[in-house]
């Protein structure tokens, strides 16, 4: 592991066990082994890491490969359901830290979403990623109608409105409630979401 990601991993590390995101660089220096001066070789302030370690472990985590979930194939029901089990199987997997085991994502989570709201351009990043999630459901959709496999009566950009606060309050019963399994709780509400906006004669 290179130096600046021990320092990143170990530092989240120390937050978790103190579940506290403040750290000290003496702290960060004991868990590292690295001195204070080699630290501030990678890094120029302890914001700095905690900005490099928000936009790792939130920032990041919040992000998808809309490229990857364009691959996805089938009509418009499969399309829909199986991007959105992507979405939820990549929100729950979290992301890799080697020096992290056993876990639980939404700890650190937890952990570091009051540095994550902190974080200045956050809230922008977010909505950026929501947007072109929508973008890309209401594309989903569009072809959908078009194809007779999806209603008409509603416009498209609603449906996929609709698509994503179901996919947000399955995230938020996930991250706030400790709900055990993502997946599961889609599986459990898509077919009644599918019914809502599958297409019908009129």
């Not at 103190?18 to 000290?24: L, P, Y």
């Not at 509603?154 to 995230?171: C, F, K, R, T």
């Amino acid at each position: 592991m290179d130096t600046k990601k021990l320092i990143l991993e170990k530092t989240l590390k120390l937050m978790i066990e103190k579940q506290n995101s403040i750290v000290s660089i003496r702290q960060i220096s004991d868990a590292t082994g690295i001195t204070t001066g080699g630290i501030y070789y990678y890094f120029s302030s302890k914001e700095d890491i905690y900005t490099e370690i928000t936009e790792r472990y939130i920032i990041d985590y919040g992000k998808f490969d809309i490229d990857k979930l364009k691959q996805i194939k089938g009509n418009a029901k499969e399309k829909i359901h199986d991007v959105m089990a992507e979405i939820f199987k990549k929100k729950q997997t979290g992301i890799k830290i080697e020096t992290i085991e056993d876990v639980d994502y939404r700890i650190i989570l937890d952990v570091l979403t009051a540095n994550g709201f902190a974080y200045g351009n956050s809230r922008k990043i977010y909505q950026d990623i929501s947007k072109e999630l929508k973008e890309f459901f209401t594309e989903i959709i569009g072809e959908g109608q078009k194809n007779r496999q999806i209603r008409q009566d509603i416009p498209a950009e609603d449906i996929a409105e609709s698509l994503i606060l179901m996919y947000l309050g399955i995230q938020y019963n996930w991250e706030i409630y400790w709900i055990d399994d993502m997946i599961s709780a889609f599986e459990d509400n898509f077919d009644l979401e599918w019914k809502k906006i599958r297409f019908r004669e009129y």
